[in-house]
């Protein structure tokens, strides 16, 4: 098991369980985790289940039918935590079939339910299509009218899977379990999807026999996941599929709470690591093929495509799912509740920021990946951070709490929650192994492609549509190189291309001719990746934003 430490008794930068209160039907044996996932009401589990995160804290009732206090949580839990009935999700089983009820963390509204936005086209009681981005984190849902695409309502909200760890690794090996399994797996995504429809179809007033047709675009562990096809082959060398092309499906194998006959169209996938995501977001982009174009998909893998000479090369790098507010003591995905701009004054060392959603006035609950870049920045500007990327122990304002440096950011009182929103020296690395994956990933593609410019850079994924990529060249995160052209943010490209996918008929040849000419690079014992690696850990010793 990992080692960890004790938390501290006092408050520190731990998250609380509030009162928010869920009755769940357990069976014996059956882990809490896995039936909070199941009801709908799933808590993060950045750790995967091990132990080790603390993050999936509950409470439940005195005198419940439970497993004994694992090692686990006899050192992230503190005596008192213990005292009133906090357990951690991921190590309480059911000691008998019971109904109990169960007091989640505190949930903002954008991680509890989705966020759905009724867009300025009317339903015209024609044909509606489901565009469909199944990220590994977040998935994001279009309706749209048939006839041209028109978009009339969306929806966002987080993949029910996260409960079985934050990253793809995680569920690769969670549908090898034979306690978790792909079954299982397949019926969170399901659920997931069926959840923001449901949203969207009641927000939008529309029918669910309207539904037509349903393309969906993912990345290829979600994928072959959602298409009920065993992952296992992306955990072993050489990591690639066993199909990239799928064939067609239908709402009633999937599960979709759609007419069973409706088709769903899957994306295909390039490689292992480079899904139909990538392919949903390239034909989305309407790029010049002579020239030197790069997209940049930034989510809990980053997928860089880089069109030189009208050749296609493609990398995907490990970057962890930390642009996507995960594995980061305040971090969530881009939905109401999330900080996604934030600017610090080097001087006095306040901090000002922008919240998703902030027109109805709400708090803050957290930092989402553009939020999150823009803090690092400001704290390396403002010199709390060292190049090497070490808090400041002796800065104004770093705290140093058993053993772990951390800086506030938010002060309790201005957050939804009442806790104050922090950055530990912890969330730091996290995000110097994910910025530095990103970097050399894009510098490998140029080297290997013989490219010394690029002419356009689109960034697209789920860190939030307030992304500065100033800020992120200015901390090391983007090879100055981008800055040679234009550069531009379109967060929703992949579901856009979903979009696409439903209203152009030729969409799955021209697809799949586009998946069959792009080169993969693989990354994986390639020297001149780990040099490059290494050395974009550090934060330039300078920073202008």
Known sequence: MEKIKKK????????????????????????LSSALAEAGHGVRADCAGTGTCGQCRVQVPPGASLSLPTDAERVLLTDLEMKTGVRLAC?????????????????????????????????????????????????DLILCDLDDGTP??????????????????????????????????QGLAVRTINRLLSACLKAGKIKANAVARVALAGNTAMTLILAGIDPGSLGRYPYQPVITDLP?????????????????YLFPAVSGFIGGDTISALMAWNFDRDQTCLLVDIGTNGELVLCHRNRFFAVSCATGPAFEGARISCGMPAMEGAIDRMDMDPESGKFVWHVIGSQGGIKPAGLCGSGIVDAVAGLRRANLLSPSGLLDPGAF???????TLWVELVAPIDTRHGRALVLSQKDIGEVQLAKAALCAGIELLLLRSGADHIDQTLLTGAFGAGFDYTKAVAMGMLPKVVLTGRVRVAPGLVVTGAVMGLVDPKI?????????????????????????FIAAMAFPEQIET
């Open 8 to 31: 501290p008794e006092k408050d520190g930068p731990c998250p609380k369980v509030s009162a928010l209160s869920r009755t769940l039907c357990l069976e014996k044996g059956q882990i």
């Open 91 to 139: 190590q309480v089983r059911s000691s008998r079939s019971q109904t109990m009820a169960v007091c989640l963390p505190e949930e903002d509204l954008g991680q509890a339910g989705c966020r759905v936005t009724v867009s300025g086209g009317r339903h015209r009681r024609g044909r509606v299509g489901v565009a469909i981005d199944l990220g590994t984190t977040s998935v």
């Open 397 to 403: 304002r770093v705290t140093k709490t058993d053993n």
């Open 152 to 185: 009339l309502v969306s929806a966002s909200g987080k993949n029910a899977q996260t409960c079985h760890g934050d990253d793809v690794v995680s569920r690769i090996a969670a549908a090898q379990n034979p306690e978790i399994g792909l079954a299982k797996l």
């Open 248 to 264: 067609v499906h239908t709402a009633g194998t999937l599960g979709l709470d759609l007419d069973p006959k409706v088709p769903v």
């Open 508 to 532: 799955a040849d021209r697809a799949l001719a586009l998946s069959r000419t792009i080169a993969v690079l693989e990354l994986g014992g390639d020297p001149e990746f780990e040099d490059r």
